[in-house]
């Protein structure tokens, strides 16, 4: 089982490169919010998969509460972009 774990959190690394270098290469700011959304994704899914493999409950609260300000930051970010992008 613990070659599973590695190979995941392998994937979630390759992801999470990705995921960085639309971040900074981004055309448009909401490509870099999008990115930036699926970057606290793979992070959560990362804590998850240490969560699995440690049989250790105690960060699920951490989990929770860094997925919800990670959803909420998002959408204000998306809100205010879409905003901006009017009054241009």
Do not use: K, Q
């Amino acid at each position: 089982m613990t070659v599973v774990y590695a190979i995941v959190l392998a994937m979630l690394c390759v992801a999470g490169v990705l995921t960085l270098w639309r971040l900074f290469r981004g055309p448009d700011t909401l490509d870099r919010i999008a990115a930036l959304d699926v970057f606290v994704v793979l992070i959560v899914a990362a804590t998850a998969v240490y969560v699995a493999f440690y049989a250790d409950g105690s960060n699920i609260p951490l989990l929770v509460a860094f997925a919800l300000l990670a959803f909420v930051g998002s959408a204000t970010a998306a809100r205010l972009a879409e905003r901006r992008e009017r009054h241009r």
